[in-house]
């Protein structure tokens, strides 16, 4: 007997959340709706271009529905809602985007569903959790959080450029529980379900019992921030072009300070990650992490062929607010609240702090401009 067809709801229609609808739709077990809010017009119109390495050059792609709004897509129940939203919390939190889904008038028509969120940073989930806790009276909301690892960028609002990889590791989310590192079968067949729809649709993924410490190791690639610029070498084939690259006329400092900055900031996440109780383990926080996240990055930008842009970085040249403080805020806040002090990244997020000022700065008076 075939395995009965989920609707699953997606929001956010970015780089990452078009391919994540490409997977689900590919998997032949999930009907999706999208909310495509910035881009509705445009994918409504031509639909997305896909140029991956992995899952082709496809055009004209589209979801099975597509809407303007959470609002608009709140007419059916769902299994599931991925969210794909960058968390953004000065501007709108995750709890408001999805509201329409756990109102008074949806709870009297229809179950609630298992959010999945698929959003960089740290504590992306609370908000979320006190809200479903606060409004739907549930003892236990069903949350679960996500690290990914994915080489994709948003070349314009409905073209999509992703590598040869997508890595998604999943687990449920448990408020302010950092010890519990069993699935209860109700857990495990939570998991089991979306896991098995994104492997059928053929993304790579892992099924974890304690995600917290795996979301801490993420956060690492984020806050590197690390850029082709710091890495690669000049072509040495006439004929092949790239850039950035590291230019040899100060190549001996980038070696000097800023590589080993980068390594000594990684290594403030390791002493906080310790505060959190996160061993020295493979399946804790190894000691080796700083330099496998170095290593991994390192393969990347050096690449010739490599285009990826870290996302902070793209959404700043771009105008766009970044993740500041899902990345390095709460870096910032974790380490106060227990008496640590982490001067390198305290540093990076002040000065971060400035430039997500300017952007919403800029964001405001467009929109005045507009009114």
Request: glycine share 6%; charged share 20%.
């Amino acid at each position: 007997m075939a395995a009965p067809i989920k609707d699953v709801l997606l929001v956010g229609f970015g780089a990452v959340g078009a391919i994540y609808s490409l997977i689900l739709k590919q998997s032949g077990l999930a009907r999706v709706t999208a909310v495509a809010r910035s881009n509705f017009d445009i994918v409504n119109k031509e639909g997305i271009r896909f140029q991956s390495r992995k899952y082709g050059d496809i055009k004209g792609w589209r979801p099975d529905r597509l809407c303007k709004s959470v609002a608009d897509a709140a007419d059916r129940p769902y299994s599931y809602v991925l969210v794909t939203t960058k968390a953004i919390p000065e501007l709108v939190r995750t709890s408001q985007i999805l509201a329409p889904l756990y109102s008074k008038e949806y709870r009297a028509q229809f179950a609630q569903p298992t959010y999945v969120l698929i959003q960089n940073g740290l504590n992306v989930e609370m908000d979320l959790y006190k809200a479903l806790k606060t409004h739907s009276q549930t003892d236990n909301p069903k949350i679960i959080s996500t690290a990914l690892w994915i080489g994709t960028n948003l070349l314009m609002p409905n073209v999509v450029e992703h590598s040869d990889f997508d890595r998604l590791s999943l687990g449920v989310y448990r408020y302010e529980d950092r010890t519990t590192t069993i699935n209860t079968a109700e857990e495990a067949a939570l998991l089991d379900g979306i896991g098995h729809i994104l492997e059928a649709g053929g993304s790579t993924i892992s099924i974890l019992p304690e995600i917290q410490r795996v979301k801490f190791r993420k956060n690492f690639w984020n806050v590197a921030y690390t850029l082709p610029a710091m890495f690669r070498s000049p072509p040495e084939d006439p004929s092949v072009s790239y850039e950035p690259y590291v230019s040899p006329i100060t190549a001996d400092l980038i070696s000097s300070y800023t590589i080993p900055a980068i390594k000594a900031t990684l290594n403030e996440l390791v002493v906080l990650g310790r505060a959190l109780g996160y061993p020295d383990t493979e399946d804790g926080l190894p000691s080796s992490v700083v330099d496998s996240v170095f290593e991994g990055t390192w393969k990347i930008h050096t690449r010739a062929d490599s285009t990826h842009v870290p996302s902070m970085l793209l959404d700043t040249e771009k105008g766009f607010p970044i993740e500041v403080e899902v990345i390095v805020g709460e870096v910032v806040r974790m380490a106060k609240e227990r008496n640590l002090q982490l001067p390198r990244i305290e540093t990076l997020y002040a000065l971060l702090l400035v430039v997500q000022n300017q952007i919403l700065r800029k964001m405001e008076e467009a929109k005045g401009r507009s009114a």
